[in-house]
């Protein structure tokens, strides 16, 4: 009897921790916008940097200041876009895709997350690549507008704080796959 109490003690401990670090890479680089000028400051800056990612074959352009760091998890990359002075900033998860599948909806992602809040779904098309959805969703505490898609067998997973679109918006209008 105390050998089950204390395996199941463990079972809890383990999926309460698995739960905080699913919850903290889901929020990963969001913070709280500084001022509601910082916004407009880097809205009025050019989007004239490239950033290219030899390894996913895609490249897109956003303003100087912002910083973008990928971080190589066990599964794909995660790369974090930010601007430190403002606070603006978002994540790009991308990963392998193994479903024959090549449209991302709504539908299949409340399939596959079944927890998560999906708000306002709208199909999305990348040039010649295959559709997504866009969503907002409800992440701990914060909106968020999310992006998903499939390209070349990969999955991405693009998300940022629902004050922060704008930015968002300007930088997928140059998104590119290379």
Do not use: C
Not at 17 to 34: C, E, H, N, P, W
Not at 55 to 77: A, C, E, I, L, R
């Amino acid at each position: 009897m105390k050998k089950a109490f204390i395996t199941i003690i463990v079972i809890l401990i383990i999926a309460a921790a698995s739960y905080f670090m699913f919850i903290r890479s889901k929020t990963a680089g969001v913070s709280d916008l500084q001022s509601p000028q910082a916004l407009d400051s880097v809205m009025a800056e050019p989007f004239d940097k490239t950033y290219e990612s030899p390894d996913f074959h895609f490249s897109f352009k956003y303003p100087d200041g912002f910083v973008v760091n990928p971080v190589q998890q066990d599964n794909g990359t995660i790369f974090t876009i930010s601007e430190p002075k403002s606070g603006i900033n978002f994540q790009i998860e991308v990963g392998p895709f193994n479903d024959p599948a090549t449209t991302i909806t709504a539908e299949r992602v409340r399939s596959d997350l079944p927890n998560e809040v999906i708000i306002d779904p709208q199909p999305v098309i990348f040039g010649s690549h295959n559709a997504g959805t866009t969503f907002q969703s409800k992440n701990v505490d914060i909106d968020t507008r999310e992006i998903w898609f499939v390209a070349n067998g990969l999955l991405y997973q693009i998300s940022s704080p629902v004050e922060f679109e704008p930015v968002l918006k300007n930088l997928m209008l140059t998104w590119k796959f290379i």
